[in-house]
């Protein structure tokens, strides 16, 4: 019997549940060397991209979500990602996502008809109608061809522009009016 055996990286396991441990150990379920090494790299590859999705998740800022709830979303809108637009399975996960949204909701705030930000932060993140300027950024800059020196001018110009407001305010002593420029850019 084959198994997997991973060192989950050191910048992962703070973002994992209390008591993950330090490695990924699971068996393949297979006595073939040859059918392990198959689930191997399909299981290595499932476990990377969790993994850098927790990192993104890590990354991006939110005003009302707590971790888990960014992390769901993002995992939401990556699965909903993997649908053509007009297959039953989209339709299924779109309403899955709403559902998630409205117990967000309804956990938010006391009226069922009152606004809530923090759900409505969710569903755009999870339907990924909500892009962040740094994702966006960084597709435009692997879709074009510039010179090396222009491309990594756009990239510190777009990276200090994709920078939370918090940071703006850390940086910059700004007025009102600033600060909301800033928002909209972030």
């Given at each position: ?67 888990a709830e960014l992390q ?57 109608e909500t892009v962040f ?54």
């Amino acid at each position: 019997m084959y198994w997997l055996k991973r060192h989950i990286p050191a910048d992962i396991q703070p973002l994992l549940p209390p008591g993950s441990g330090n490695w990924v150990q699971e068996s393949l379920r297979t006595s073939s060397d040859k059918e392990a090494r198959r689930r191997r790299d399909i299981r290595l590859t499932e476990l990377n991209a969790q993994w850098e999705a927790l990192r993104r998740a890590n990354n991006i800022p939110t005003q009302y979500l707590t971790p888990a709830e960014l992390q769901e979303a993002i995992r939401l809108r990556e699965e909903l990602k993997t649908y053509p637009l007009d297959s039953v399975k989209r339709g299924e996960m779109l309403g899955l996502i709403q559902d998630r949204t409205q117990d967000i909701h309804l956990d938010d705030v006391d009226e069922p008809w009152t606004p809530s930000d923090k759900s409505g932060e969710f569903f755009g993140i999870a339907t990924g109608e909500t892009v962040f300027l740094k994702d966006a950024a960084e597709e435009f800059l692997a879709n074009t061809r510039l010179k090396p020196s222009t491309r990594s001018l756009y990239k510190t110009v777009l990276g200090q522009a994709a920078e939370p407001p918090r940071d703006c305010r850390r940086h910059f002593r700004l007025s009102h009016a600033a600060m909301a420029a800033c928002s909209i850019m972030a």
